[in-house]
């Protein structure tokens, strides 16, 4: 019984963290698709490239820390200048001509106090070494060498970050300071004895270290005998103690900055990839509808990306479906006049009478003349959306497109005995491709014409619609038997046909509104048909476009 309890205990724990663990495991994929795409990389990488150069200007603004060094200057002359009071009270000698005792100036050196990471040095008027307080003291300096043969890899990296460092901060410092730091000791003393100017700055030690020094001409009675040197080894430690002071600061900005990359490209580079996996599967679908990632409550770029995507992708499976649609009529409507010549080819082998023949023989040409005009007619539609797209777009006079389209076929005796009649206002422009817009009205004339009676009117107008800029409505009307209400819509599909009585069978494919529309869409108008009557006579089409003047 205790272990059945257990048992059942156990299993409601698991089933009350399922959902957390679900979520969690969602949590991870998310993260790991998001985190560990070329796009994260690159902006965690622009956000710490920021904050190395950030770091790298910190790091070079505390190599010349002017406060420090002044006060350091200060402290060193003040020093320096105790110490040289001191020996030319008492270790200068000679009259009327002052010399330097060294002895006593050593002797001097080492009863005073140096305190440690400085050290004081006294020099003759040649610029020999007369006392030091590190051997007044007994300080010696160790350093570590290498084993033999081997490399001093340490001191290789010690001097090229030397060397990095003192290229970096030359660019902070003023002329004054880069020949203080380029100067010798040497050079540091000639200088101070031979002006009789007190010479301080910094400059490199042996080993390549900074030491700020301080040199003091001794001059009585305004004779230089000699000079005292105060030099500090401390400068490199206090701005090592400066930058670690700064590297928490460093290492928290890299956290937030990580964490705010990391939360960016969950919040960009995730749906990107989503986006990006999507198109890759709508690519290997095969025409296969793909759900897209739904965004559509973000509303940034991603969102707007997200949508231009599903439009695009919607419109890609509409003209897949109207293709395959597309298809299927075609193979509907070429199918009917091949089967009429199929069965009368099969009746013309039998039939025995002339007369017969014949009349097989004509339905043969006629068919094949239908099939021809069929084809005809398909191979336009099917190139229309490749000539809309490679057309320019220009501005159109539809008033002047109209009056062309009427001299043409009164020219050409096109109307017979009926009549075509213009009214326009003048200046209707329109944006679009003149051609394709010549074979919509062609196509509406010709309809128009089929259908009026001998002697009937065939009536265009343009008007403005909207004020003076706007939209502009191109009616073509007829005066024939008009159009059934349940039809209006239906004679704009493709392959659908409705001719008046009496007009020859086959000499009409059906596509002539269904491109009419196809056209006026991809110059971003309507069109629809009506009846000028309420008893249904005389057929009026509305063509809807938009404006340019």
């Not at 398909?378 to 006079?397: F, G, K, Q, T």
Request: proline residues 5%.
């Amino acid at each position: 019984m205790a272990s059945d309890t257990a048992t059942r205990k156990r299993e409601a724990l698991k089933t009350r963290f399922t959902p957390l663990r679900t979520r969690m495991a969602g949590l991870r994929a998310v993260l790991r698709r998001a985190l560990f795409s070329r796009l994260a990389l690159g902006i965690l990488t622009a956000n710490l490239v920021a904050l190395g150069f950030l770091a790298l200007g910190t790091l070079a603004l505390t190599e010349n820390r002017t406060g420090l060094i002044d006060a350091k200057v200060d402290s060193l002359t003040s020093q320096a200048d105790i110490i040289r009071n001191v020996i030319t009270e008492t270790a200068v000698e000679g009259a009327p001509e002052p010399i330097l005792n060294t002895r006593l100036a050593a002797e001097v050196l080492a009863r005073l106090y140096v305190p440690a990471g400085t050290r004081a040095l006294i020099y003759d008027r040649d610029g020999r070494l007369a006392a030091d307080s590190y051997l007044s003291a007994g300080r010696v300096s160790v350093e570590l060498l290498p084993p033999p043969g081997e490399r001093d890899l340490g001191g290789a990296l010690t001097g090229s970050w030397r060397g990095l460092r003192d290229f970096i901060g030359g660019f902070f410092l003023s002329e004054a300071e880069r020949d203080a730091r380029e100067r010798s000791l040497a050079e540091e003393i000639g200088l101070a004895q031979t002006t009789g100017d007190p010479v301080a700055g910094i400059r490199r030690g042996p080993q390549g270290e900074r030491v700020v020094s301080v040199t003091l001409p001794i001059a009585p009675v305004q004779t230089v005998v000699g000079s005292v040197t105060y030099e500090s080894y401390d400068y490199d430690a206090l701005i090592a103690a400066d930058r670690l002071a700064i590297l928490p600061y460093l290492g928290f900005a890299a956290l937030i900055i990580v964490a705010f990359g990391a939360l960016l490209a969950v919040r960009i580079a995730g749906p990107v990839k989503r986006l990006s996996d999507a198109a890759r599967s709508v690519q290997l679908a095969g025409g296969r509808r793909v759900p897209m990632p739904d965004f559509s409550r973000r509303k940034d770029e991603i969102g707007d990306l997200e949508q231009a995507f599903r439009a695009m992708t919607d419109a890609l499976y509409d003209r897949l479906d109207a293709i395959e649609s597309f298809a299927a009529d075609v193979a509907h409507e070429i199918k009917n006049p091949l089967t009429s010549i199929r069965s009368a080819a099969e009746v013309l082998v039998k039939a025995k009478d002339a007369a017969a023949r014949e009349r097989l023989v004509a339905l043969i040409q006629k068919d094949v003349g239908r099939l021809d005009r069929l084809i005809t007619d398909i191979s336009n539609a099917s190139r229309l959306d490749a000539e809309l797209a490679r057309d320019s777009v220009a501005p159109v006079d539809l008033a002047r497109l109209l009056r062309d389209i009427i001299r043409v076929y009164v020219d050409g005796e096109r109307c017979g005995e009926r009549q075509l009649v213009l009214d326009a206002d003048p200046g209707a422009m329109v944006l679009g491709r003149e051609e394709p817009l010549g074979r919509v009205f062609t196509n509406l004339i010709d309809n128009a014409l089929t259908f009026s009676p001998q002697g009937g009117t065939v009536r265009m107008t343009v008007r403005r619609a909207g004020g003076a800029r706007g939209r502009l409505l191109v009616t073509v009307e007829d005066e024939g038997p008009g159009i059934p209400p349940e039809a209006l819509e239906t004679i704009f599909q493709r392959f659908y046909t409705q001719r008046p009585a009496g007009a020859a069978f086959g000499t009409h494919s059906g596509l002539g509104l269904a491109i009419v529309r196809q056209i006026v869409s991809a110059h971003g108008g309507t069109i629809h048909a009506e009846n000028r009557h309420p008893e249904g006579s005389g057929a009026r089409f509305v063509v809807e476009l938009p404006s340019v003047s």
